[in-house]
């Protein structure tokens, strides 16, 4: 006959006294509160590339208007007010949205109800010429506007009348010079930071336009660059770049070293299709253009999925592979920094 085995008593505290449980293992810190914002006195511009106009949306992607309408000439002059693939917008602190007019070479400046004031620049290699522009910065401390002159592989610096001021970078891979630069953005102190698109990588200059630092290489992995195409830096000089070609975002520090990152390759809510540029407002919540996927995506500033608008199409509303993106805001909306 088998034999039975004696089962164990259960363990209970009066047999065992107090059980005490140690780990290694850590409870995740816990994320910042998100801020209760109202994002209707928050504007949206995003240049249309695909419908060649401007669309204003509020921060909660209601449609509030649009303008421009696609170049009826095929060699210049071209007419203001007229787009051929629009890339890069920007809002100075008087409320008039400067337009990089990509196709046509150009940037144009529009008052705040979108009406045209004037225009400059042409094809080619100069103070005042441009080839392929991509993206616009404001500069609220100097008063002036960054255009990214994309297959000019430099960067330049306009006053509001659109008189030259400054260039920098040249054709190539050495510190200080480029290749394809798509993004540009500002910090607090005034440094301009480039998406050095074909170079793999984030540069740092002065406001002068004089190399401060650099960093990224090429590859897929988290902490590497493929092709990074718009960019933000954050309150907290957290540097946030979007790469088109691997469908995420990553944060950096102010020194390059890598953080976390956001997204996949997709059509679900969180993920992207090619995403061209990001804006972040003065709460941290961030605004992705979707390009391929026709739409944008807003995220919290844990960079957790909120909400998306837009649908390929020409009507209102509607989008067609847009490009670039700017915020401004009503007046005493922003927070006051003490």
């Known amino acids: 006959m088998e034999e039975q085995k004696e089962e164990a008593p259960p363990l209970t505290e009066e047999s065992t006294g107090t059980i005490e449980i140690s780990s290694s293992e850590t409870l995740p810190e816990e994320l910042p509160e998100i801020p209760q914002v109202?994002?209707?006195?928050?504007?949206?511009?995003?240049?249309?590339?695909?419908?060649?106009?401007?669309?204003?949306?509020?921060?909660?992607?209601?449609?509030?208007?649009?303008?421009?309408?696609?170049?009826?000439?095929?060699?210049?002059?071209?007419?203001?007010?007229?787009?051929?693939?629009?890339?890069?917008?920007?809002?100075d602190t008087e409320g008039c949205i400067w337009v990089a007019d990509t196709g046509c070479h150009r940037i144009q400046k529009f008052d705040p109800d979108g009406n045209f004031i004037f225009q400059f620049g042409s094809e080619g290699w100069g103070q005042e010429k441009f080839y392929w522009p991509e993206s616009l910065a404001w500069d609220p401390t100097g008063g002036s506007l960054l255009v990214a002159d994309t297959s000019n592989h430099c960067m330049k610096r306009f006053d509001d009348e659109g008189d030259f001021l400054m260039g920098f970078g040249f054709a190539g891979d050495f510190d200080g010079f480029m290749k394809f630069p798509a993004g540009v953005a500002l910090d607090k102190e005034g440094n301009i930071f480039v998406a050095d698109r074909d170079n793999q990588r984030i540069q740092v200059f002065n406001e002068d336009g004089q190399f401060v630092s650099k960093f990224g290489e090429y590859g897929f992995e988290e902490g590497r660059l493929n092709f990074p195409n718009g960019l933000v830096v954050s309150p907290e000089e957290k540097i946030i770049t979007a790469e088109k070609s691997q469908n995420r975002l990553q944060v950096f520090d102010i020194e390059g070293n890598f953080e976390s990152t956001f997204g996949e390759p997709g059509k679900r809510d969180g993920q992207?299709?090619?995403?061209?540029?990001?804006?972040?407002?003065?709460?941290?919540?961030?605004?992705?253009?979707?390009?391929?996927?026709?739409?944008?995506?807003?995220?919290?500033?844990?960079?957790?999925?909120?909400?998306?608008?837009?649908?390929?199409?020409?009507?209102?509303?509607?989008?067609?592979?847009?490009?670039?993106?700017?915020?401004?805001?009503?007046?005493?909306?922003?927070?006051?920094?003490?």
């Open 272 to 338: 992207f299709n090619c995403p061209m540029d990001l804006a972040m407002d003065p709460y941290g919540f961030i605004f992705v253009v979707d390009t391929l996927n026709n739409r944008l995506q807003k995220l919290d500033p844990n960079m957790e999925f909120m909400m998306r608008w837009g649908s390929i199409g020409r009507e209102p509303g509607q989008l067609k592979n847009p490009s670039g993106i700017c915020l401004s805001w009503e007046p005493d909306w922003a927070p006051v920094e003490e």
């Open 38 to 91: 109202d994002h209707s006195k928050l504007f949206v511009w995003v240049a249309d590339t695909g419908n060649d106009r401007i669309q204003k949306f509020d921060g909660n992607g209601n449609l509030l208007m649009q303008f421009g309408k696609p170049s009826r000439s095929t060699r210049p002059p071209y007419s203001g007010g007229e787009f051929k693939t629009p890339m890069g917008v920007a809002v």
